[in-house]
């Protein structure tokens, strides 16, 4: 079927960048349909889920980002800066840009808050790992890691006040800072900045049980998408207009803005394509948190996870 496809798009005058990069996120949303596939043929439910989540947050996904600077060649010290600083602008530009849209879109305060969330935070860890690291290699996963750490701040501090419009009693917890994907982070930027070379075996342990990581989260993505109600899952005209701004429009706008500033093309091309990222999966875990209906947030979830089949290979024609 693949293969197929690839025939398709050539024939039909696609470029190599678009058929190359469709074919890679072709690859991951076959794995998306597995794990709904399975939890319907009741492989997988919530409770498998939930720990299987728990495996992939605490010691996989934090193994393959140190995976990513074990490698023969490190990346640069002097990339580190640059993608932090950059990475944190381009949320922030997200954030700015999610008050005026919301506003026009004339919702409910209760929705205005869910649609800044879905605007401002997507899913770097469970689909952004995977999707950098196929397009442009385990380098790129560094860089991704290095952004979860201002990402990590905001979605669990200003993400909240936007799901529960500013009436959450939970206080920011300091110890987010040290979960074990950021403790990662933070131990694969002490190695890249004094160029520590790992030993072997060590390196390629932390690579196989990283590389649990990718085929793992895109079945839980699959499996929890299984539980939502399909006449559900389609949405309502705003949800389609969140895509497009969310998959699209703002991606494309921060890609023109890097292009006028001096960062380095292989530092902007990786964080676009994180911006382009479908909505965070911990939307609907703090909407259940905090009491507020997930019905929206499911939607906007599984329509920009869908659709981003086709809007991430579209930048990549443009990148």
Not at 306 to 317: D, E, G, M, R, Y
Request: with cysteine; proline share 5%; net charge positive.
């Amino acid at each position: 079927m693949l293969k197929f496809a690839h025939e398709f798009f050539k024939k039909a005058g696609f470029n190599m960048s678009f058929i190359d990069s469709f074919m890679q996120m072709a690859v991951l949303f076959l794995l998306v349909i597995v794990g709904f596939l399975c939890n319907r043929c009741k492989l997988m439910d919530e409770q498998f889920d939930r720990r299987l989540a728990a495996l992939i947050i605490n010691l996989t996904a934090p193994f393959i980002i140190l995976a990513s600077v074990m490698g023969d060649t490190l990346p640069k010290r002097e990339d580190i800066l640059p993608v932090f600083v950059a990475g944190t602008l381009a949320l922030l530009f997200m954030v700015a840009v999610s008050f005026p849209v919301t506003k026009l879109m004339r919702l409910s305060p209760e929705e205005s808050g869910v649609y800044k969330f879905m605007y401002v935070f997507g899913n770097i860890n469970f689909i952004g790992f995977p999707v950098v690291g196929s397009l442009f290699g385990t380098e790129a996963i560094f860089y991704a890691s290095v952004l979860t750490i201002p990402f990590n701040i905001l979605v669990f501090a200003l993400g909240v006040l936007f799901i529960t419009q500013g009436k959450s009693t939970t206080r920011f917890n300091w110890r987010i800072l040290f979960s074990p994907c950021l403790t990662a982070t933070y131990l694969s930027i002490i190695i890249v900045f004094f160029q520590i070379k790992v030993p072997h075996p060590i390196a390629q342990c932390s690579s196989l049980i990283g590389s649990i990581t990718i085929p793992g989260s895109l079945l839980i993505i699959g499996s929890t998408l299984a539980g939502i109600p399909v006449k559900s899952m389609f949405g309502s005209p705003r949800i389609y207009i969140m895509c497009l701004i969310k998959l699209l429009i703002v991606p494309a706008i921060i890609y023109a803005i890097f292009l006028i500033s001096p960062i380095d093309r292989k530092y902007a091309d990786v964080l676009v394509v994180l911006c382009a990222m479908p909505v965070a999966s911990y939307g609907t875990m703090l909407c259940l948190k905090h009491g507020i209906e997930t019905k929206t947030m499911a939607q906007g979830t599984f329509m920009t996870t869908l659709l981003s089949v086709f809007t991430i290979p579209l930048l990549a024609i443009m990148l």
